[in-house]
């Protein structure tokens, strides 16, 4: 009879020790997990502020050729434009069916993204309007 008793409490050591082991192994699978997911989502918000600057560069490069045509209404032409934080490349033309539109092409840089944008003004109105 004590040779049965022997037998089961080594049995429950082996069980205890595979139990300790299965969990450190789930445990560690967890840490990794949690590691990853919060790199990958660094670098998600990181890429977001990047494309938002890129945003504000364009949106900073169309009030700059907003201003060159409220300066002169019948400029067209090609410009760069650099700011802190980025700069682009801007094309204005007008349109040949309307002349009170012009088209404002935009390709600006920012932080190694790049963004291009067209946008359509209308110049016989005060103040200008785009025309989406």
């Known amino acids: 009879m004590g040779?049965?008793?022997?037998?089961?409490r080594s049995d429950s050591g082996s069980v205890a020790l595979i139990t300790v082991i299965v969990i450190?192994?789930?445990?560690?699978?967890?840490?990794?997990?949690?590691?990853?997911?919060?790199?990958?989502?660094?670098?998600s918000v990181r890429d977001h502020q990047h494309k938002m600057r890129v945003g504000h560069v364009v949106r900073s490069c169309l009030e700059?050729?907003?201003?060159?045509?409220?300066?002169d209404e019948s400029f067209a032409g090609n410009f760069?434009?650099?700011?802190?934080?980025?700069?682009?490349?801007?094309?204005v033309g007008v349109d040949p069916l309307d002349p009170d539109?012009?088209?404002?092409?935009?390709?600006s840089t920012a932080d190694g993204f790049e963004k291009s944008r067209q946008y359509t003004v209308n110049i016989s109105l005060n103040p200008y309007q785009l025309v989406e």
Request: proline share 0%; hydrophobic share 50%; charged share 20%.
């Open 3 to 8: 040779d049965v008793y022997r037998k089961n």
């Open 24 to 43: 450190t192994g789930l445990l560690l699978a967890t840490g990794i997990a949690a590691v990853l997911t919060s790199a990958d989502l660094a670098v």
């Open 80 to 91: 760069s434009f650099s700011m802190v934080g980025g700069s682009c490349e801007v094309g």
């Open 64 to 71: 700059e050729a907003l201003l060159r045509i409220k300066d």
């Open 101 to 107: 539109l012009r088209t404002i092409d935009i390709v």
